[in-house]
């Protein structure tokens, strides 16, 4: 399975963007970046997902790079509620599982 | 609300007994996945379940079970509990696609007295 290395943890200031930074040099051709976040004890919420494209929805845009090896979340406008465990995941295509590693503990501060 | 509704959300219980967990998945969707948090090991994968069969299994042990019913709803069965099983047992449901995302319910926390 591929692996990923986020920073343990980053602050951020509200209403400031934040940008969580994700290597994953092992990725394959067919497997997608995912981007979960869990608040405190509850169930991971999911964010965004990509393959090779920049994405973005209601809650965040996604950067690949184009060699896909590393990719950012970015939160435009982070509010408290943000404050998070952020995990980014590499889902292997031929798999249904994911793979949690140690995430990035996100703190926002007013 | 992620539209996966896990019962119970908490669980006190006694080593060596056995306990039933149970998840009903979002509407449309057709596969279930269990996955366990403790404090020492994170989130781990332990099974899921496609249309009722098998699919896919990681690091659940053999005191541990699983099934999904015809209504698609699921459930984890633990024996002989361990104060190591401690932990928050969370499901999380798809339609299945590899490329469509997993949606997670609030969990069950389980304690071993």
């Known amino acids: 399975d591929a692996k990923t290395t986020q920073p343990p943890s980053m602050d951020c200031a509200e209403g400031r963007a934040a940008n969580l930074p994700c290597n994953h040099s092992?990725?394959?051709?067919?497997?997608?970046v995912y981007w979960y976040r869990q608040i405190h004890s509850q169930g991971p919420q999911y964010i965004i997902h990509?393959?090779?494209n920049n994405e973005t929805n209601e809650m965040a845009s996604l950067i690949i790079t184009e060699d896909r090896k590393s990719s950012t979340l970015i939160l435009p406008h982070a509010t408290l509620r943000d404050t998070a465990v952020y995990y980014c995941i590499v889902r292997v295509g031929n798999t249904d599982k994911l793979i949690f590693g140690t995430g990035t503990r996100l703190q926002v501060f007013p | 609300d992620s539209g996966v509704t896990q019962t119970p959300k908490h669980l006190i219980t006694a080593t060596g007994q056995r306990v039933t967990l149970r998840c009903s998945p979002r509407?449309?969707?057709?596969?279930v996945y269990w996955y366990q948090q403790s404090l020492d090991q994170g989130l781990q994968f332990l099974i899921q379940?496609?249309?009722?069969?098998?699919?896919a299994k990681g690091n659940i042990l053999e005191r541990f079970s699983a099934q999904q019913f015809p209504d698609l709803h699921s459930e984890l069965n633990l024996s002989s509990l361990e104060l190591g099983d401690s932990a928050l047992y969370f499901c999380?449901?798809?339609?299945?696609?590899?490329?469509?995302?997993?949606?997670f319910g609030d969990g069950t926390r389980l304690s071993i007295l």
């Open positions: 990509g393959l090779k």
């Open positions: 999380a449901s798809s339609p299945g696609a590899f490329t469509k995302p997993q949606h």
């Open positions: 509407s449309g969707d057709l596969s």
């Open positions: 379940y496609y249309n009722g069969e098998e699919r």
């Open positions: 092992t990725i394959s051709g067919n497997e997608y």
